[in-house]
């Protein structure tokens, strides 16, 4: 069974500071995802990781996907508030099928 | 346009009743699911249908009842509600075929037992 792990689950950091959330998968799959949820509201897709080595970038977040090591990182460059947000990876092992993460929970203080 | 719409956003039931939620997307994706958010954010899908037909049936109990009447429709009927139900419904689609498969999420339906 697919197991996805990410961490931390919470995350508090003050503006302007870096960091790494982590996402770990126990078996082989196709493709990650990453994707961000505001509080009360939906998820919408950030990135999308398809091979080993991938690396997407949007604004301050970057995201890379090391398929040897099962891999995941989600880098947040000189954080602002409006980063604050849920982030959730996903893995795909069975097409149709995507395993979420618990989620990382983010809040950017000024 | 929305590009994928569930109704009602909002669901307040007794015990032991039966609710339906509808879901609708104008994507033209060929894939559509259901996923149940529970209080800690924690996200499982429920079910998956690839053109009407059904693919994914996670273990969900059998007082939930999916139904695709066609491609860009997908309800959820649940019976005999209880309070181990109120979670947050999303339904999703994705295109498979040809497409990255990534999710587009309706905005949920909050479901509240009593």
């Known amino acids: 069974e697919l197991k996805v792990e990410q961490n931390p689950l919470f995350l508090s950091m003050q503006e302007g500071k870096n960091y790494t959330i982590y996402c770990n998968y126990s078996t082989t799959s196709d493709r990650l995802y990453w994707y961000r949820q505001d509080p009360g509201k939906s998820l919408e897709s950030l990135f999308v990781l398809l091979s080993n080595g991938a690396v997407k970038q949007e604004g301050r977040l970057m995201a890379s996907l090391d398929t040897k090591a099962r891999l995941s990182t989600l880098h947040i460059t000189a954080a602002v508030h409006d980063l604050s947000a849920t982030y959730f990876c996903a893995v795909v092992r069975t097409a149709g099928k995507s395993t979420f993460g618990d989620g990382t929970t983010l809040t950017v203080k000024p | 346009d929305t590009a994928v719409s569930q109704t009602p956003k909002y669901l307040v039931t007794q015990m032991g009743n039966d609710k339906s939620i509808k879901c609708e997307q104008n994507?033209?994706?060929?894939?559509m699911y259901w996923y149940k958010q529970d209080s800690k954010k924690f996200l499982k899908i429920m079910f998956s249908y690839n053109n009407k037909e059904l693919i994914i049936n996670e273990t969900v109990p059998n007082r939930f009842s999916p139904k695709s009447p066609d491609k860009a429709h997908l309800n959820l009927h649940i019976n005999s509600l209880e309070l181990g139900d109120s979670a947050v419904y999303f339904c999703?689609?994705?295109?498979?075929?040809?497409?990255?498969?990534?999710?587009?999420f309706g905005e949920g339906s909050r479901l509240t037992v009593l």
């Open positions: 994507l033209g994706h060929d894939t």
């Open positions: 999703a689609s994705s295109q498979e075929l040809r497409g990255f498969g990534e999710l587009f």
